[in-house]
């Protein structure tokens, strides 16, 4: 099976700053990949698939790019909403989650 | 609108079977995967398998096999996830989760249950 690594696992960040979160796959799945955000005490949400395609309704400071086993999800500017837990996600061969990056305020 | 509705909080002792569901709505439900993802006391998600429910195709992540049962009833658009053998680890939050597309090949989740709470505790 596929195993999905994040780095960091946890990140401190200030709101207006730029952060960057990367997900390796152990063996390349193309540009089947999606990052989700969840919320404590929430179900996740969908950010973004295929990579770097933005999901309707998601605010386009939230960008992706990768493909085969490197991808990055970047924030251009941190907003207070935002602090929360974001995992990357394989599709390329049934599923698996990332470990996850929690992203806190500095 | 496209809804999965999940059972209630279940606390169950060691050793005790359960079954959970999770009904969908809104849209043609067999004709879409349903998965099911744990979420450990603050841990992050895991992919346990899924089902296609309008032919019972079933797959599960390797660490699931064995350990867990999923199912559906296409007829009440009802997914299932069952243990015949509850543990102290099974304890978890419990998701089942649609992806964004029809057929079966594999597609991001763009809808999720509310979540099902199962404490085992003797």
């Known amino acids: 099976d596929i195993q999905m690594t994040q780095s960091p696992s946890t990140l401190s960040a200030s709101v207006g700053d730029r952060v960057t979160i990367t997900c390796r796959a152990s063996q390349s799945i193309s540009i089947w990949l999606a990052w989700y955000q969840q919320k404590p005490g929430k179900a996740p949400e969908l950010l973004i698939y295929q990579a770097s395609s933005l999901e309707s309704g998601v605010p386009s400071r939230f960008s992706g790019s990768g493909s085969g086993t490197e991808f990055t999800l970047t924030i251009s500017s941190l907003q207070p909403d935002d602090f929360a837990t974001y995992y990357c996600?394989?599709?390329?061969?049934?599923?698996?989650f990332g470990q996850g990056t929690k992203l806190e305020i500095k | 609108e496209v809804q999965l509705v999940q059972s209630g909080a279940e606390v169950k002792k060691p050793g005790e079977s359960l079954k959970i569901s999770c009904k969908g709505s809104g849209y043609s439900f067999p004709n879409y995967w349903i998965g099911w993802v744990r979420q450990m006391p603050g841990k992050g998600l895991e992919w346990m398998g899924i089902?296609?429910?309008?032919?019972?195709?079933?797959r599960y992540s390797p660490s699931f096999q064995g350990q867990v049962t999923i199912s559906a009833d296409k007829s009440i658009s009802t997914a299932y996830l069952q243990w015949s053998s509850l543990k102290a680890s099974d304890t978890a939050m419990y998701y089942c989760?649609?992806?964004?597309?029809?057929?079966?090949?594999?597609?991001?989740?763009?809808?999720w249950g509310q979540g099902t709470t199962v404490t085992v505790s003797s």
């Open positions: 996600q394989q599709y390329n061969s049934l599923y698996t």
């Open positions: 089902i296609y429910p309008g032919d019972s195709d079933t």
């Open positions: 989760a649609r992806p964004m597309d029809t057929g079966k090949n594999y597609y991001p989740v763009d809808v």
